[in-house]
């Protein structure tokens, strides 16, 4: 971790006190309200909660200190990825897609964007800078690609998306801002689905936008309150919790996943192994030079789809689960998620336990299929 990366996790518990009064609550309150005191002349006050909360504020304070930008938050990853979609795009705009990230934005596109007068293209991660970004007014991106964990170059895209005057859309989701930090590769607009690692334990939805261009908060914000797009206080007030341990997290879990990773590359069973830290793999080059970390998510594939449920459903420290980025080890089969990938490829999300005991139950697991 970065020296400016350790600053950021150590202020981070510490930036409500800032402005404490004597007696002032140190954990975060929660404020469960709807309407508010509002006589006379209501600018710079809350009004109503569709337009703002006291909650949501201190969510998005932390988040704006994590990205060193303006953040905005919803109640999924997929609200803020379609509120920014809405907000900056008309009839007429073509937008292009990555091919093999999170299947639910191209479906999302397809859906939605299309019937409104919108062109989706879409064009592989691996190779997304080839063909140039002519025509279009967004282009969005998903590096590491979920999930087959292939990489781009945020900052050559950006740079050749901004020589055509579009605008760049990075989805950060796989690493968080201690992992990766793409507005300050020059991309426009980071969003996240919150509910993943950010929040860490697998209890509440949440998303959020990141941008430090003012005029594109502004857009998104306002959708948002049109929209009715909000999250709940409640929820907010668990990811506030969940942000307070994000960075003792995401380095257990990068680190459990540098560990294993290298592991599961010896062992027989396993083959199309996919982990941006191991030295030969296709996006290492390039994972070194944009991540600071590795993240937690490995890829591979086993010999058919009965193997895959096999290792998932039997291993006692995995939970077979969609989602990914909780304390829990968790991994899914994705071909019945609707990827294109082969019928025993597996997602792994590498949680929380302690390394050692994780790793002896999955080579346990993948000896047992592999007899």
């Known amino acids: 971790m970065?020296?400016?990366?350790?600053?950021?996790?150590?202020?981070?518990?510490h930036l409500r006190s800032r402005d404490f009064a004597d007696g002032d609550p140190i954990p975060l309150p929660l404020t469960m309200a709807s309407i508010f005191h509002t006589p006379g002349v209501e600018t710079g006050i809350d009004q109503y909660g569709r337009y703002d909360n006291p909650t949501w504020r201190a969510v998005e304070h932390v988040l704006g200190h994590l990205e060193d930008a303006q953040c905005v938050s919803f109640p999924s990853g997929m609200a803020a990825i379609s509120s920014v979609?809405?907000?900056?795009?008309?009839?007429?705009?073509r937008v292009l897609l990555p091919a093999d990230g999170y299947h639910a934005t191209r479906a999302m596109a397809e859906r939605f964007l299309t019937p409104l007068g919108m062109v989706c293209d879409t064009r592989p991660t691996p190779t997304f800078l080839d063909g140039g970004f002519a025509g279009?007014?967004?282009?969005?991106?998903?590096?590491?690609?979920n999930p087959r964990l292939d990489i781009?170059?945020?900052?050559?895209?950006?740079?050749?998306v901004h020589e055509q005057n579009g605008v760049l859309v990075v989805d950060n989701t796989t690493m968080?801002?201690?992992?990766?930090?793409?507005?300050?590769?020059?991309a426009d607009i980071v969003v996240s689905a919150d509910t993943k690692a950010v929040n860490g334990h697998s209890d509440v939805l949440f998303g959020h936008v990141a941008s430090r261009n003012a005029d594109i908060v502004t857009k998104v914000t306002d959708w948002r309150a049109m929209a009715g797009g909000i999250p709940g206080p409640f929820e907010a007030w668990l990811v506030h919790r969940g942000l307070e341990t994000l960075e003792v997290r995401f380095d257990r879990m990068c680190s459990s996943a540098e560990t294993i990773a290298q592991r599961l590359k010896e062992h027989r069973a396993v083959r199309g192994l996919r982990f941006p830290g191991l030295n030969g793999d296709p996006s290492h080059n390039l994972a070194r030079a944009q991540m600071e970390r590795f993240g937690f998510l490995i890829s591979f594939e086993l010999a058919s789809e009965e193997k895959a449920e096999d290792f998932i459903n039997n291993c006692p420290l995995i939970e077979a689960a969609t989602s990914f980025g909780g304390v829990h080890t968790s991994a899914e089969r994705?071909?019945?998620r609707g990827?294109?990938?082969?019928?025993?490829?597996?997602?792994?999300?590498?949680?929380?336990e302690p390394v050692e005991e994780l790793w002896k139950a999955i080579e346990t697991s993948l000896d047992r299929i592999s007899r």
């Open 2 to 13: 970065s020296e400016t990366a350790k600053s950021r996790a150590a202020e981070l518990s």
């Open 85 to 93: 979609f809405f907000a900056l795009l008309k009839s007429g705009d």
């Open 136 to 145: 279009y007014s967004l282009v969005f991106v998903e590096t590491p690609s």
């Open 152 to 160: 781009c170059d945020i900052s050559a895209i950006a740079k050749a």
């Open 176 to 186: 968080t801002p201690f992992g990766q930090r793409p507005l300050d590769f020059g």
């Open 334 to 336: 994705r071909l019945k």
């Open 339 to 352: 990827d294109a990938v082969p019928p025993g490829f597996v997602r792994l999300s590498v949680g929380c």
